[in-house]
């Protein structure tokens, strides 16, 4: 049996989430033996450069797409003008049509791909700047880079697109902000997150796979599993798993 795939799509706090207690491990974990989660994080790419990237992780012509995907952009979009991240700026217009462009990709790829938008996180403002000055110092920023208004600008966007083109979706930036404390409790650096956010994240994923129909729960094992082995006779568990798939 081949497994389904499952790809993360996104920046940095994609890229991110097979480190230690990171939402992408989690999801693998929690898809153990069922599916494939793979990790396709860029840290600092925007919906912009996402565009380049399209064709050669989504393949048109793979014989075997996807089944799921969640597109995770926006934090890097919403830098702000005239500051020091302005360079990974995106208007916000053109964010919600590269958005577009990416989840028509997918769809081209796969008519059936289960598709799931997540939006930026919030930002905590003075935990950004602590953490400039604890790298620069003296020459850190005066002005932050992000804020949290523009995040849930950007957030509202993906959110519309997602109702327009009948996604899946997550609100993750009003979900952190529902929890007293997030500055610190889901953020590490006011951007990514610390463990407790991770584990948010991979939370409102299962949620929305389940929801959807994505469900572990409901899913095969691969290969059968060693409780149905009988160990005089194994070959036959292994037939009858063969038979199932043919």
């Known amino acids: 049996m081949t497994r ?21 491990a989690a999801l693998a974990d929690t898809y153990s033996r069922k599916a494939d989660v793979k990790v396709r994080g860029y840290g600092g790419y925007n919906t912009r450069w996402a565009l380049f990237l399209l064709h050669q992780i989504f393949p048109l012509d793979s014989r075997k797409p996807p089944a799921a995907a969640t597109i995770f952009f926006g934090a890097n979009d919403a830098a702000l003008l005239g500051r020091t991240s302005e360079r990974q700026h995106v208007p916000l217009e053109e964010y919600k049509e590269n958005l577009r462009k990416i989840v028509l990709h997918l769809k081209e790829c796969s008519p059936t791909m289960l598709i799931v938008l997540i939006t930026p996180p919030p930002v905590d403002e003075e935990g950004r700047d602590k953490f400039a000055r604890s790298l620069y110092g003296e020459h850190a920023r005066r002005l932050t880079e992000r804020t949290n208004e523009a995040a849930g600008v950007y957030a509202k966007e993906c959110l519309e697109l997602a109702e327009e083109m009948g996604l899946r979706s997550i609100n993750l930036w009003s979900k952190f902000q529902e929890t007293e404390g997030w500055q610190k409790k889901l953020l590490r650096d006011g951007l990514h997150l610390t463990p407790e956010g991770n584990a948010a994240v991979h939370q409102e994923v299962v949620r929305v796979f389940k929801e959807a ?8 094992y691969d290969f059968p599993h060693h ?20």
């Open 4 to 24: 389904p795939e499952i790809v993360l799509f996104g920046d940095s706090i994609t890229e991110q989430s097979f480190t230690l207690g990171g939402w992408g």
């Open 213 to 220: 129909w994505l469900s572990a729960e409901e899913m095969p």
């Open 227 to 246: 409780s149905v082995i009988d160990g005089k006779n194994p070959e036959k568990a292994f037939e009858q798993q063969c038979i199932k798939h043919i």
